[in-house]
Structure formats: C-alpha cells, structure tokens
C-alpha cells in the first residue's frame, strides 16, 4: 500500500453571498487543466431543501511528478442553502446564486503509488531507507511545488468570490 504524507491540512475558506456555481467549478477545474492535473470527482451530490439547494462535492485531483510519487489534493466544496437570484447589473439581469460556501483543500505526497516495494519486508526497509537518506531532497521540492499550487489555487478562489461581491453587490 502506498504512504500519504499530509503536507496542507485543512485550508480553509468561507464565503456568504452572491456567486455562481458554474463558474466556481470552472476556476477550480481550469486552475488544474493549467498546470497538468487529472481530475476524479468522488462525490458530487444536490439536495434540495425549503432553504435552498445543499450541494456537496469532493474533488481529488493528482499529478504523477515521477514513478514512484504522486501529488495528491483532495478539495471538500460545501455549498449550504443555495438559491437561484437575478440581479441587475449594467441594465442586465444576471443570473447568480446566493448562499454560504465552505471550501477545504488538503495536499497530500504518495510516496509509492505503483505499490511495488511492499511485497517484501527487505524491499520495504529499503525504500524507507533511500527515502529518508537519498532523496529527502525529491521529496521536499515536491512538497514545496504542493504548497505552492494549492496557495495559488486558494487565492484564486478568494479572488474569485471578492470579484464577484465587489462586482454585483456594490
């Protein structure tokens, strides 16, 4: 079985107010299409309710950055009492939605991801061994390469929904 080792724990971010949740997703999605991430989506459930629409979804993208390690984010996306609102905008109407979004990304290193030095406990001891001693430094420049795009990922989001409420709700 392959190691994760939890590099981003629970970044979180909360936003109350106008959005749209189509686009959203398209930051999201666009951001790892940029920069050459697959895309599983776990969950995605809708559940409509008198308040509004629950929408949950679990995204895990990953990158294969070599052999033997993955990169791995998992993105929890809670969008609680969603409510379809038109807004006028440059005499427009607009179509958006209203609601709470809470949004948590976790990043995680796979070390081993093709389960091929597990088998046998002289294999196993080996790996630990050249992982710990000779390519610590692999392991750390992944690791920093994961901060760093799951930091731009958060901040593009941010930036996202603060467009958004500066642009429909002043």
Sequence with gaps: MSEKTLIVDHLKLSYDGLFSSAEL???????????????VET???????????????????????????????????????????????????VRLNQGAIYFTIDGFVVSDRKNMWKDKPWMWFFMIISQKYFFKNHFDKLATWLKSDVEDLHGRVKRYLHSIRYTYQS
Aim: hydrophobic residues 35%; without cysteine; glycine residues 4%.
């Design 25 to 39: 997703y398209n930051v999201v999605s666009s951001f790892f299409f940029e920069k050459g991430w697959d895309w």
């Design 43 to 93: 969950l995605n459930q809708e559940m409509v309710t008198p308040q509004g629409k629950q929408i949950r979804m679990i995204l895990e993208p990953y990158k294969s950055s070599s052999d033997f390690y993955k990169l791995t984010v998992r993105i929890h996306l809670n969008m609680n009492n969603v409510k379809d609102v038109e807004v006028e905008h440059d005499g427009k109407n």
